[in-house]
């Protein structure tokens, strides 16, 4: 029903910055909620930042004031900015929609994800 395809990972040093998108295709009525989620080895997905539909928006304490979400409701895409990047920011960064169908029913849909490794 929808897709969602993440970009802009790759391989960057301590202190650097990477700038992630989320364009969501297919066939759907709407995305309310959008979210970017991570995963390091070993340790459970957790969520990074949140975006509502209206532009509120949540962060894990942890990346506060370095990174920063945004959207662009007309292009169906997230963005994820990520600035001052620490090794312990290194993870599988996926992106995360709240999908609503034509049929009215809404369900979770995931990106499969892009790396991130902070690294010098």
């Known amino acids: 029903q929808v897709q969602l395809v993440e970009s802009g990972g790759g391989l960057v040093q301590p202190g650097g910055s990477l700038r992630l998108s989320c364009a969501a295709s297919?066939?759907?009525?709407?995305?309310?909620?959008m979210g970017w989620y991570r995963q390091a080895p070993g340790k459970q997905r957790e969520l990074v930042a949140s975006?509502?539909?209206?532009?509120?928006?949540n962060y894990e304490d942890s990346v506060k004031g370095r990174f920063t979400i945004s959207r662009d409701n007309a292009k169906n895409t997230a963005y994820l900015q990520m600035n001052s990047l620490k090794p312990e920011d290194t993870a599988k960064y996926y992106c995360?929609?709240?999908?609503?169908?034509?049929?009215?029913?809404?369900?979770?849909?995931w990106g499969q994800g892009t790396q991130v490794t902070v690294s010098s």
């Open positions: 297919g066939s759907f009525f709407s995305i309310n909620d």
């Open positions: 975006i509502t539909g209206g532009g509120s928006t």
């Open positions: 995360n929609a709240k999908v609503r169908r034509w049929g009215g029913s809404e369900y979770i849909a």
